[in-house]
T-cell receptor, first 114, second 115 residues
């Protein structure tokens, strides 16, 4: 079946602008994760959604970052007032909740803040 | 706090030679362990995983890894590498409760294959 999809593939924006990144998880996967991959920090966990429960926002780096998940499926990561240090690859992963289930990753969105 | 160390930032191997990528983890309970591979401009692809049972796990593309609890290690191996194996390799650890906190990744090892 189809894997995790993310859009856009690449995004170039100006400092101070808001951006929205989209993630479509694998059908039937109720757990969804956002990660950030940057040169200096490697792969960092940002936020986790499980079904309709309140998300675990413990990894969000600042209050400029927010995410929502509509209908338990598609998720949007929003970065407000972007800064140059937000430049990174943003990866989404989904997981079918159960015993010993694995996270499957999308191709990522490459964000460049000028 | 959990952590993953991949001590080798870069490794260069000749095509056809054997490969071992090192991974050490720190985790307070029984961990779930993963190896992912990332080709340039691509997302992460799961190579293999360890949850429990046999400590030697087989993965895709001819890779295997061995969980050694006494050494807190989960090293990745391949008997004979191919040029297509050139990529970035990430070791990750997750909570045995199913990943609610997200995975913790190592910094990655960049594998270069010499002809």
């Amino acid at each position: 079946g189809a894997g995790v999809s993310q859009s856009p593939s690449n995004k170039v924006t100006e400092k101070g602008k808001d951006v929205e990144l989209r993630c479509d998880p694998i059908s039937g996967h109720t757990a969804l994760y956002w990660y950030r991959q940057s040169l200096g920090q490697g792969l960092e966990f940002l936020i986790y959604f499980q079904g309709n429960s309140a998300p675990d926002k413990s990894g969000l780096p600042s209050d400029r970052f927010s995410a929502e998940r509509t209908g338990g499926s598609v998720s949007t990561l929003t970065i407000q007032r972007t800064q140059q240090e937000d430049s990174a690859v943003y990866l989404c992963a989904s997981r079918r909740v159960g015993y010993q289930e694995t996270q499957y990753f999308g191709p990522g969105t490459r964000l460049l803040v000028l | 706090a959990q952590s993953v160390t991949q001590p080798d930032i870069h490794i260069t191997v000749s095509e056809g030679a054997s490969l071992e990528l090192r991974c050490n983890y720190s985790y307070g309970a029984t961990p779930y362990l993963f190896w992912y591979v990332q080709s340039p401009g691509q997302g992460l692809q799961l190579l293999l995983k360890y949850f429990s049972g046999d400590t030697l796990v087989q993965g895709i593309k001819g890779f295997e890894a061995e969980f050694k609890r006494s050494q807190s290690s989960f090293n990745l191996r391949k008997p004979s590498v191919h040029w297509s194996d050139a990529a970035e390799y990430f070791c990750a650890v997750g909570p045995s409760g199913g990943g609610a906190d997200g995975l913790t990744f190592g910094k990655g090892t960049h594998l270069i294959i010499q002809p």
